[in-house]
Structures are given as structure tokens and as C-alpha cells.
DNA sequence: TCAGTGACGCACA
DNA sequence: CTGTGCGCCACTG
């Protein structure tokens, strides 16, 4: 069978789904809720080819210093950045100003 | 098949 | 605190 026997990325696309309003989570807690611990760069390639459902809030996702994983003179990032705003979330400096890592460790699911 | 790439993560200075 | 370097692993051409 000449199959791909690519990855199925759909628990990832769950596990950014079940990030609550207001938070986020770093790649690698996304990779490791998804069953797939230290496959962090494998789900930055999935939402950076842009696949997933539509209404996939991956502005919820950054990276594991709370920091947007675009830079901060990117149209992506002004793009998330206003995303999160939106949900709640204050940014400054590029950074999620959340208590430090409360969320990117365990705060959500640990 | 081989080599290059990247919306990462962490250790170290 | 910031900046630099290396390792990691799956995908693309």
C-alpha cells in the first residue's frame, strides 16, 4: 500500500479547541495534550500550512514564554494579537501577560 | 532517497 | 532580565 501514513492531526485540532476563552497554551502543551509530547514544531507546521477547521482558535496558541510565535512586525501577529485581546487576553510587548505560565504548564489541564 | 525548512523548546552565557 | 546556540521531529521539494 503506497499510503502517505502521515500523522493524523486531528487530536490536535482538538486540543486547541478545548483551550477556554481568555487562556492559552504553548505548542508543546498542545503537542503533549494531543498524545504527541515533544512534537511541539510538528503543530506549528500544521497551523502554519494553515489546515484544521475553520473555526479553529489557534491565536490561543503561542509559544512556551507566552510570547506570539510571529514577530511583532508581522500582519500575522497584529492579526492575533487583536484576536486575543478579543477573548480577554492583554498584550504587551508581544508577551500574553498572564501570570507568568499558569496556563502554558498545567493551570488548564493539569 | 537526500537535503532543507520551520507559528518550537530548552540549556547556557 | 536578554541573547545565542543546539536539538528535536515531521513535512516539502
Redesign the pocket.
Given at each position: 500500500m503506497a499510503s502517505t501514513a502521515?500523522?493524523d492531526p486531528a487530536p490536535v485540532w482538538s486540543a486547541i479547541q478545548a483551550i477556554p476563552k481568555g487562556e492559552v497554551a504553548?505548542?508543546?502543551?498542545v503537542a503533549v495534550r494531543a498524545g504527541h509530547p515533544?512534537?511541539?514544531?510538528?503543530v506549528?507546521?500544521l497551523?502554519?500550512?494553515?489546515l484544521g477547521p475553520k473555526g479553529l482558535p489557534?491565536?490561543r496558541?503561542v509559544?512556551?514564554d507566552g510570547r506570539i510565535?510571529?514577530p511583532t512586525d508581522s500582519a500575522e501577529f497584529l492579526e492575533?494579537a487583536k484576536r486575543l485581546r478579543a477573548d480577554g487576553v492583554l498584550i504587551v510587548n508581544g508577551r500574553v501577560t498572564i501570570s507568568k505560565r499558569s496556563i502554558l504548564d498545567e493551570a488548564i489541564w493539569g
Open positions: 502521515k500523522i504553548s505548542y508543546g502543551q515533544g512534537r511541539a514544531r510538528w506549528a507546521q497551523l502554519a500550512r494553515q489557534w491565536h496558541v509559544r512556551s510565535a510571529f492575533q
